[in-house]
C-alpha cells in the first residue's frame, strides 16, 4: 500500500458580457470506455505545493497559460482508500480540489489527448454543468465551488470600497 496525493481543479472564468462564471469541463473515456465529464487531477510531485500542483496540471491538460492562472480557494480534501479482492488497502488517495480562476481568453483552452481525454472541452453556466457531470460527488464539488465564486466576488468588490 502507497499513499497518493492529488490535486484536482475546478477552473473558472467570468463571461465578460454577463459577469457570470462559466466552468471548464473535460471530456475523456471511462474505464467503461463511455464518455464521461470530468475536473481532471493529478498528482503532487515532490516539493511541490498543493495550490501550484493544481495549477500545473491545469495548464499541462488544458494549455492555458499558466500566468493566468489564480488558485482562488481550497473546496474540500477527499480521502480515498481502494481495496483489492481480499479487502485489503492497496491505495490510500487524498484528493485536494481547488477552485482556480483564468483570467485569460476561453479560446484558447487546448485539452491534450492522452490520459484518457478526448481533447474537447466544454465551457458551461452552472446549470450545464450540472447536467453534464454524472458523478454526484462531483456536481456538489462544483456547487461549493459555485457558491464560493460568488462569496469570493462580493468580498473583493467589499475589500475595493476600503
Do not use: C
Not at 79 to 89: E, H, Q
Amino acid at each position: 500500500m502507497w499513499k497518493v496525493y492529488s490535486a484536482w481543479w475546478v477552473v473558472y472564468y467570468i463571461d465578460k458580457e454577463t459577469n457570470a462564471p462559466q466552468f471548464l469541463v473535460v471530456k475523456r473515456f471511462a474505464l467503461s470506455k463511455k464518455i464521461e465529464r470530468i475536473a481532471p487531477k493529478g498528482k503532487i510531485q515532490r516539493g511541490e505545493t498543493q495550490e501550484k500542483a493544481a495549477i500545473r496540471e491545469v495548464w499541462e491538460e488544458a494549455g492555458l497559460d499558466i500566468d493566468k492562472l489564480t488558485a482562488r480557494k481550497k473546496l474540500d480534501t477527499l480521502s480515498l482508500k481502494l481495496t483489492n479482492n481480499d479487502g485489503k488497502i492497496w491505495i490510500d488517495k487524498d484528493i485536494t480540489y481547488f477552485l482556480i480562476e483564468y483570467s485569460g481568453n476561453p479560446d484558447h483552452v487546448d485539452v491534450i489527448e492522452g490520459e484518457w481525454f478526448t481533447g474537447a472541452y466544454k465551457r458551461a453556466w452552472i446549470k450545464n454543468v450540472l447536467n453534464l457531470v454524472t458523478y454526484r460527488d462531483l456536481r456538489e464539488l462544483y456547487r461549493i465551488a459555485y457558491s464560493s465564486i460568488w462569496d469570493l466576488s462580493v468580498k473583493d468588490q467589499f475589500l475595493s470600497t476600503l
